[in-house]
């Protein structure tokens, strides 16, 4: 079932959205050639304690860290360690956050240095597309509608997205019902309701959808090896319409 948050309680989502959003911002600016993801972790695990959060990911199913780092042909879950970022790689850095029981989860796809123009497309493409479905996030429409909307700009752009990983419901837990997946006809699922908290999260690879996990349990990588990117946004639908809490 789908859980329906009172405007106290998005206040709160909204609180721990709040910090993941600062820690993504305040990391963007590390992101340059030689440092190691290791670094961008610790930064980022010291800056959520110090704003009265605790890292949602760590421990996470066994996940080992604060943050994931997703180099490349890395789609998602990459994990922080000894890799130094180089001239011309996009890094995708996801975040999760826990305050007074509430999470917030945001990612954000960062080049290092100049990349080439194909992954300046990506990451351009990959931002817009999650503009896209945040703007089916309103009451009245059907759940698809966003994935849907995701799915449509993606490809009309040439790209494609990944179909085996999907957003999700988020709150008192980092993943609620429903599942919110990056493709799909219109107009299917649950009718969105003010009070629906959701994590719309496209992951959009250059070539082909198929992704495969590397032997480490979680770092899910391209099957063709091209370059993928990855946005998310934890979104309230409320009367009014979509409001994104991962902001200032
Ligand atoms: N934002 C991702 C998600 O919603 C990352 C969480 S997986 C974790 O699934 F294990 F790293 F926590
Ligand atoms: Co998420």
Known sequence: MIYIKTEEEIEKIRDSCRIAYRTVMMLGKYIKPGIKTSELNSIAEDFILKNGARPAFKGYKGYPATICTSINEEVVHGIP????????????????????????????????????????????????????????????????????????????NGFSVVRSLVGHGIGRNLHESPEVP?????????????????????????????????????TVVTLDGRPSAHFEHTVAITENGPVILTAD
């Open 81 to 156: 360690g000894d890799r130094k970022l180089k001239e011309g790689d996009i890094i995708s850095v996801d975040i999760g956050t826990c305050r007074n029981g509430y999470y917030g989860d945001v990612a954000f796809t960062f080049p290092v240095g100049e990349v080439d123009d194909e992954k300046k497309r990506l990451m351009d493409v990959t931002r817009e597309s999650l503009y896209k479905g945040i703007e089916k996030a309103a009451p009245g429409n059907r759940l698809s509608d966003i994935s849907h909307a995701i799915q449509s700009y993606v490809e009309a």
């Open 182 to 218: 990056n493709y799909g006809a219109p107009g299917m699922g649950p009718e969105l309701k003010p009070g629906m908290c959701l994590a719309i999260e496209p992951m959009v690879n250059a070539g082909m959808y198929e992704v495969y996990t590397l032997d480490d349990g979680w």
